[in-house]
């Protein structure tokens, strides 16, 4: 193959494994001249057709299990995502009725909005009836499965292979049987076009909401709290949003939000790299402007935000509009609740938030800033249309206390110090 044809394999690969590609140019090439007809077609990204008998005699297995099944449910996790699985998990969803979980890195993978979505599962890092449900199920349709550390707070699944049918990019495995080589589109494409000659059994679904806990909103302490904050922040999201939370508190507080029709999540619970999330919602924004997508939201803390903080400046010369919260806790929350309270190298330095757009040379009409102390501060800001919808960036000072995070977030972190201290 040529250079030219060597480049297009490389982009082709990359995008149908969804694997990361590498091309590299010597520098006196860079220049050289290649055949231009090849930009007049565009790139066959079509995924290969898994093996017709293969598939067929798949199918046929993970059939029979459905039928006997008394308790089948569906768990939608990230690579239903990352390997283009959306439309074909959704149908499915849709047509079987089945109760439906998502895991912490599959939010935004469904629509949440569907009348048989019942949460988020993240063994025990879930509400106790979302945990009950799924680990008392008989048979678990796996989709995209990333069973890493915090993805299930901290290895805390109590399920079993031998009730789980597993699909994947590049096999399908029901219970201890794998078929490799089958890719999970057409897998779930066949299910689902079978499933109108099937009675299954359905349990009823979980109804989870964006309630407050009534206990919590009407108690007098002004201090705004995790387990307030995100189902308010539930209620105010809208359809299409594009919603970015770092790796720390935001990361597991958004479990606790029940999306809105065509909210997209993006989140680092794999890798846990703190800081990336401004970065991420620079270029989120950035699509979504390009695509004429909703609104794109940020939410940062502010040990995480002073690690990537420029990218503000990048978001402000690209004139994008996100809307930017940073939680005040003074430093790395998470760490301490997996290190120590009390650490000290999880200190901050205090910067004034707020300042940061002019210092970025953003001028005035570019920007807003706000400062959130107290829960009526937060509701008036989210009660606040011109808030929601304004066409310029937007920062918000959130204030909240060191020691507060998500009960997710509490269990995880326990779970982790475990394991950490298994290894001593």
């Known amino acids: 193959m040529d250079a030219a044809q060597l480049v297009d394999h490389a982009i082709r690969e990359c995008y149908i494994k969804s694997r990361p590609a590498y091309i590299t140019l010597p520098t006196d090439m860079v220049g050289k001249k290649v055949e ?26 993970i059939m029979k299990h459905l039928q006997v099944a008394k308790k089948p449910i569906i768990l939608v996790d990230a690579c239903a995502i990352r390997h283009r699985a959306m439309d074909e998990t959704q149908k499915l969803v849709e047509q079987s009725g089945l109760p439906t979980f998502v895991t912490p890195m599959g939010k935004g993978a469904i629509n949440e909005t569907l009348p048989n979505y019942s949460g988020v599962y993240a063994g025990n890092g879930s509400h106790q009836d979302v945990q009950d449900m799924v680990e008392s199920s008989d048979l678990i349709l796996s989709i995209g499965a990333i069973k890493s550390d915090f993805n299930t707070a ?21 219970k201890y049987s794998e078929y490799h080589g089958l890719r999970m589109n057409g897998v779930l494409n066949k299910i689902t076009q079978k499933l109108s000659t099937f009675k299954l059994s359905v349990q009823p679904s979980l109804k989870p909401t964006n309630e407050v806990d009534p206990k919590e909103d009407k108690s007098q302490d002004t201090t705004i709290t995790h387990s307030w904050l995100w189902p308010k922040f539930g209620q105010w999201v809208r359809d299409d949003d594009v919603i970015v939370t770092e790796t720390g508190t935001s990361g597991y507080g958004i479990w ?7 909210v997209r999540a993006i989140s680092q619970i794999l890798w846990g790299s703190i800081g990336y999330a401004t970065g991420a919602a620079q270029g989120a924004a950035l699509a979504a402007q390009e695509q004429k997508k909703g609104r794109t939201i940020l939410f940062t803390g502010d040990g995480s935000f002073q690690l990537t903080a420029q990218e503000l400046s990048t978001m402000i010369r690209k004139r994008l509009n996100p809307i930017v919260f940073i939680i005040c806790n003074d430093g790395f929350t998470i760490e301490r609740f997996i290190h120590g309270m009390d650490a000290t190298y999880n200190d901050i330095a205090a910067w004034k938030y707020k300042d940061l757009p002019a210092v970025f040379n953003a001028q005035p009409g570019e920007y807003k ?21 304004s066409k310029c960036l937007r920062l918000v000072e959130l204030y909240m206390r060191k020691d507060d995070a998500p009960k997710a977030l509490v269990m995880t972190a326990e779970a982790s110090a475990k394991n950490n201290a298994r290894l001593d």
């Not at 901290?154 to 495995?173: K, M, P, R």
């Open 154 to 174: 901290g290895f805390t699944y109590h399920t079993s292979q031998l009730s789980s049918i597993d699909f994947h990019s590049s096999y399908v495995q029901v």
């Open 256 to 262: 606790e939000v029940k999306f809105k029709r065509g």
């Open 369 to 389: 800033t706000y400062q959130v102390k107290t829960k009526s501060d937060m509701q008036k800001l989210l009660s606040d249309e011109d808030f929601a919808t």
């Open 36 to 61: 231009g007809k090849r930009l007049e077609k565009p790139l066959d990204l079509r995924y290969p057709d898994n093996d017709p008998a293969q598939e067929d005699y798949a199918v046929e297995n």
